[in-house]
């Protein structure tokens, strides 16, 4: 099923779009699922569309894994119960990212998007 979340990106932040997306579509296909990397890509996306966009300064891969750290606060992936399941010190390891730099990142996102807990946007819908 395909995702209904928009994944259009100003031209001006598409490089940088491709460089996260890359970094979270790796991470996913290895550690998560189609899923997660649907929304990934729809959390980029809606940060290049932000202006200023906070995607604009930093580097990619803190970026990335600050959009995976976001989601998986939202949908409790650290959850032993969960399916999938990985610690956020594990998803930071991988991106080789510090767990303070990767919960600031997150923080910022979550700012930004105005996310919450029960938010259906960046809920995975499983």
């Known amino acids: 099923m395909k ?28 550690h ?24 604009a300064s930093g580097q990619a891969r803190t970026w990335a894994c600050g959009i995976i750290y976001a989601l998986g606060q939202l949908n409790c992936l650290s959850d032993k119960a969960s ?11 991988a991106f080789d990212v510090g767990q303070s730099t990767a919960s600031a990142k997150a923080k910022v996102i979550s700012d930004a998007l105005r996310t919450n807990r029960m938010d259906p946007t960046w809920m995975l819908r499983s």
Do not use: G, W
């Open 83 to 93: 399916k999938p399941h990985i610690t956020m010190a594990e998803v930071c390891i």
């Open 32 to 55: 998560l699922n189609e899923e997660y990397r649907d929304l990934a890509r729809a959390m980029a996306a809606a940060l290049c569309r932000k202006r200023p966009s906070p995607l």
């Open 3 to 30: 995702s209904s979340r928009s994944t259009s990106v100003p031209k001006a932040m598409q490089a940088t779009y491709a460089a996260v997306v890359a970094l979270t579509d790796a991470f996913c296909r290895d």
